[in-house]
């Protein structure tokens, strides 16, 4: 007896793939030493803008105000990027009532992969940030997966998961983009044509 079940063909979306989680921040500086520093994100874009951008503001549901931005990326990849968004002149009231030691009810987690989870722990220990778990290992044998991961929450209490793939299984590995390591690899082989031209 066949058991199979055949999946439906996929549909074309409506949207791209997730562009940017955009992060209303409390502190830029603060921010940008968790994204850039910590994280090792680049600056793709950045500027600020106040009364003569009245949609800015608007979209972001504030009265007229001052607003400054930074989208941050991962290498050169111009999609999954991070926005930091201030808003001063005035500033919104700051909403305390989630409990920061957990996830909450209907509460969005930025997921990123990574290659050395431990030393994002260590950075972000080093920063005082608050962890919710520290890197332990999460194993799906259905899938023939492990992993390495850790839960903590950025200087404006966003929670953030990194996974460091141990083994793949069924889903494959995710540590990289599969397009940063041909891009190694090609200035490997680049480097290497380049020293034997020398000789």
Request: hydrophobic content about 40%.
């Amino acid at each position: 007896m066949n058991t199979t079940t055949k999946l439906p063909e996929p549909r074309q979306s409506a949207v791209t793939p997730l562009k940017r989680t955009a992060i209303i921040v409390r502190d830029m500086e603060r921010s940008l030493q968790f994204y850039r520093d910590v994280l090792g994100m680049n600056v793709w874009v950045e500027g600020s803008a106040g009364d003569e951008l009245p949609a800015l503001y608007q979209l972001l549901g504030m009265a007229p105000c001052h607003t400054r931005w930074i989208i941050l990326q991962s290498n050169d990849v111009d999609f999954g990027m991070v926005g930091l968004f201030e808003v001063t002149d005035p500033a919104p009231d700051d909403d305390t009532h989630r409990n920061i030691d957990r996830a909450n009810r209907g509460e969005a987690c930025l997921v990123f992969h990574t290659a050395d989870v431990d030393g994002i722990h260590e950075r972000s220990r080093a920063i005082g940030l608050t962890i919710l778990c520290p890197p332990v290992v999460l194993s799906l044998e259905q899938h023939g997966v492990s992993s390495k991961e850790m839960t903590l929450r950025d200087p404006n209490g966003v929670l953030c998961n990194f996974i460091q793939n141990l083994e793949g299984g069924s889903l494959g590995l995710s540590n990289e983009f599969p397009w940063v390591r041909k891009q190694a690899a090609a200035k490997r082989a680049a480097g290497t044509r380049a020293r034997k031209k020398k000789r």
